[in-house]
Structure formats: C-alpha cells, structure tokens
RNA sequence: GGGCCCAUAGCUCAGCUGGAUAGAGCAACGGAUUUCUAAUCCGUCGGUCGCAGGUUCAAAUCCUGCUGGGCUCGCCA
C-alpha cells in the first residue's frame, strides 16, 4: 500500500543505473515538493554540482532523460536552480488510492513483520498512590508511540515496572499503618517523609474492613507485610483503572520485587565483579561508572547490604535484554532526566548493545481553566488525578490533547476547550470530519454511487481543482509520514497528519461536489472520500481514539 | 556550576533526510448558504525563525559561543 517515496527512490535508483557512482546513489532520494504542486522531486543535482564540476541545471538536464521513463511517472522535467521534478503517473496515482479500500484500518499503515520484539515502558509510576495528571502524557505518548512501531512491522510489548520494592514502598506501608493500627487499639507513627495524600487514610479504611480482625492477630513483621500488600494491590487496581478509563492497556506489569527475589541483581552484580568494573568503599559496593561516560561512581549496594535503585535498573534491564528485545524504549517524564546518563553507563557497563536503550523525555504539562494555569496542589482541591482529567474532558479528548505538541516542548493543555463540543476541539474537529464522510458515503450508497460504482477504474486526471490536489496530496503522503513519525519516535506528529487531513477533507467537501450527474469527476471524487475515510480510521487506531459513524 | 529540553505570527504550537514562497489553530477583521452534516468553508491582518559567528551551492533545520526560561544533579525511587 502507499508507498510512494520507497517506489520512487527504488525505480530512480534503477534508471539511474551507471549515471551516478556507488558514492552517489544514496543521494539520489525523492521528497514531497513545495505546496502547491503532486509531485515529488529530486535535489540529486545539486549535490552533485561540485563533484562534478557542472552546473546543478545541466546535470539535471542530463539524468532527467533517464528518470523520465521511470513506470510511476508523468511528466518528468529539470527545473532550475537544479532539480528533477517528478509528476506522478494517473495510474500510479489511481492504483495506490485503490490498495487502500477495503483495508482494516488496524493494518493499514502495517509493513511486513520483521520479527524484531520492541519493549515500550510508560508510566510506571511507583505503586504508591493514584496517577498524577501528569502521568497522562507519558499514557498517551507511550500508548501512540507502541501502535505506531506496530505499523513498522515490530512486535511490541507494552510494559509498566512497578516499583513494589524499596524504601518509598516501605514508607507508603507506614503511612497506611499510621492511619491502621489505631483502628486496632495500636500506634504507629507517621514517618517523616511519608505519604499524607487524602487516599492513604481511606486505604487504611478499605484494608480494616477487608481483614482488620486477621491483622490484629499478626506479628508486627507479618502484619506490615500484609499492609504492603493490600496497599499496593488496590494502588495498582485504581491506576490500571484510570489507565484503562484512558484506553491505555499494559502487556506486562513487572515487579521490581520479582527482580529481587528471583536473583537478578545477584546476578548483575556478579557480572559487574567478573568485569572488574565495581569496588568498595565506606562499606558500599560501588560501580565505576565514571569509566562509561557517568560524570559520578554510583552505589550499587548500600552501606546496609540493600540494592540501590541503580542496581535493580541495571537487572531490570539485562532482564529484558534476557527476554529478547532489540529495544527498551523506556518513556519518562522531564523529572527523571538525571537517569538517562546514567542509565546509559549502566548499559555500556553490562555490555548491552548502543542502540539498546531509548529514552523519551517528556517535558511538563500545564493545565489551563479559564485561560489562567491551574496551580497543581493538594490544598487548592484542584483536580490532580489523572482519573479525574479523563473524566471530566473524555477519554479521546485527553489522549489528543496530551498529543498536542511534541515530548520535547512543553504542553499547554486547556480543560475548557478539551470539554468543548465546537471544532475548536482538535478531537472533536477529527470527529466531525469523519461523521461528514460517513455521511457522503452513505448519501452515495443509497443512490448506488459506491459498490458497482466503483468497481470501474476511476480516472485521477479529473481531479483538477486546488481543492481536489490537495486531499490527494494529503492522502498519498500518508504511510510516508507515518513511517518517518516512527523512525523519528514523534508520535504526536500522526495527530497532526489526521488534523491535517481533516482540514483538507472539509476543504474539498465545501468546495467540491462529489455526488454529481458526472459520473467520471464523481468516481473520481469518491475515490477520495473513500480513501480519506479508511486513512482517518487508520489515524485513529493508531491515536487509540473512536469515531463516530454519525453526530 | 554540570547535564538535558525549549526559544518560530498577539497567544498556543507544527515544521521530515538541510532544498524552491516558513505553516496550523486560537484571537482580530471581512466574506460565502437553492448544499453530499454551516457542528462548515474562504479571504485579510500578522514572522529580524532569541542573539552572534561558522559549515554549505542552499540553514528555522547542522556546529560553536552567548542570552532568557523549564527540568534535574541522594548510599530515595
């Protein structure tokens, strides 16, 4: 399906044949032209001005004789200052439209399987209370970004590590105890730094009424141990929940404790010894990350024998290298930017290949009510659980918005307009044009402008109009982008491809009549509007959003 | 102070593998309706692409320095 750029480049390659050398040929790469115009063109001259001591122009006067004859082009001409414009063939054009129809939008942009397993960690906020709104973006980011490698013929699991170990575990615990113990005639402090959040004494109150009488009969030891577990369990229950309230689902939850308890870090630190690379001091078990582009040496076991974060990272990550993946790419929020180098050093300490670790960093969100930013604070009684956000705007409403600028910016989100029901909604703007279509196909449909209708080939040279051009331009870059918002891990961009091509959509659909008496202009014209709809479902998969048949 | 991110229209942001005239939404102003969804569309206004150098036939895009803002620098996770 839709593969223009690769059809190109592989058929120029081809012409070209001994007209550029071996060195060369890698230049020879077609892109989208300016606005304005379907074609596709090559920069090949230009590069090659210098080499060969020509003008850019005379060298692609000369190599355009030879794509000229290329099967999916038209019109092929050398234009100045030096390049080779490409028009697309009519039937070129017409048989990519048509591979399109009829294709389940969930495999639309699907390449070839290539076997490869891709682990994609988000969220993973530690287990100790409800997701913060700020865990949303990472949900929607890591969420599009795991579909999107889909469409790359990758196989992809989606995983959440649950940080059920450790000293932040273990003040939640206390927390909960705080609030507990008196329930059953007993104390226990609350520790300095521990959890005051308004859920932590309702977690008591839940864990009471479930087994408060077999609590009063532990030990100490084995009754905290039990708090452990109620708490994170029903934690974990409410953010799966408020996960899944935002269509994010997990493949894998993996337990920290798991890591622990089943030797890992034993092991990796055992690799980390037979490769020299750790030593001890004060008592601690220290790594020499400095010697892997670490700017300091970190503690891989405690002075009190218990494993640091960084040791059960660095297991945790063997762990799935273990498991077969080519890729971790881990999704993290701009707080978490100090781990990056190093986790890297960790990597390169294990032996694990380069490219084996991504990390996305997202920048921070603002909220935005009545055009003034939201202070986020437990005091204010402003909405801070993510569980709150997806209810108040919508499911589909908050993955767009947390997709509306790129990881690396900062994010305004406005909660008045997310709830909006007006096409100032990008989400609701992606709706509408999609009902609108429906709503033509089925109009069409009804007077047997669609099955038999289209079975005869339409004839793409009657799409003459600015309007017509530049749906069709939108439609036939589409797997080209998705590809590149891939390659490039930009999961935002398919947002703006389907925002894009709603406008073009709209455009078109005011302008132009598609059920008409001409019935060549109306195949044509349908043509489009089919394949706009099967394009848009396929945005819409792969964004995790829902579109209506009809508003 | 070190590391990473950002700086593009009044506001919020896109901008691919350097490539032809830098785009969208909102805001402001002006238009279009015997219509397949007007819940729409079109037009106008608006930009020294933070600053200064450099590389290149060509730089918003790559490199260096600077300025301003954000995040971050624990034997926490």
Redesign the pocket.
Known sequence: MLNL?ETIDRQVSLALGDLISAEEAPLA?????????L?Y?L?LP??L??TRHKA?LAIAQELQLAVAHIACAGLVEA?????I?IQLSDSFVANQLTSVLGVEPAVLFQKDANGQKIEVEFVSA?PTGPLHVGNGRGAALGSVLATLLETQGYHVDREYYV?D?????KLFTESIAHYLFPMLGLEHPMPDEGYRGAYVPGLAQVIYDREGSHLRSLREEQRLAAIEEDGKTLVLASIRQSLEEMGVSFDTWFS?RYLVENGWNDRVLQQFRDRGVVYD????VWLRSTDFGD??D??LV???G?????L?DAAYHFNKFQRGYVKSIDVF??????????MRALMKSLGLPDDFLEVI?Y??V?FLRGGQRVVLSKQTGEIIELADLVREVGKDQARVFFL???A?????F?LEVAKE????N?A??LK?TY??L???I???SGIGAVGPFMASPADVSRLKTSEDRELLKCLLKAQ??VD?AA??R?P??IL?LA??L??SV???????????EDSNLARA?MLLVLVSQCLLQAYAHVLGVTL????
Request: proline share 6%.
């Open positions: 750029r790469l077609c892109s989208l032209s300016h606005p304005g115009f074609d063109t920069s230009m590069k001005a210098r850019p234009v100045a200052p030096g390049y414009n530690n940080n170990y450790g000293s932040k575990m920290e001091r004060d008592g601690a700017d300091k970190r503690v405690r002075r009190d218990e494993p640091t974060y960084t059960t929020g701009a707080d978490h930017i100090g781990h990056v180098v190093p960093i920048q921070i603002h509306l600028s790129s690396d910016s900062e994010l305004e406005d029901n007006s096409l100032d990008p609701y703007y509408y009902a609108r429906c709503s033509v089925r109009q069409a080209d982008e590149d390659r490039t930009q935002h961009r703006y925002s894009e709603a406008k709209n455009a078109f659909y005011q302008k132009e009549k598609v059920i008409q014209r209506p048949e009809s508003m």
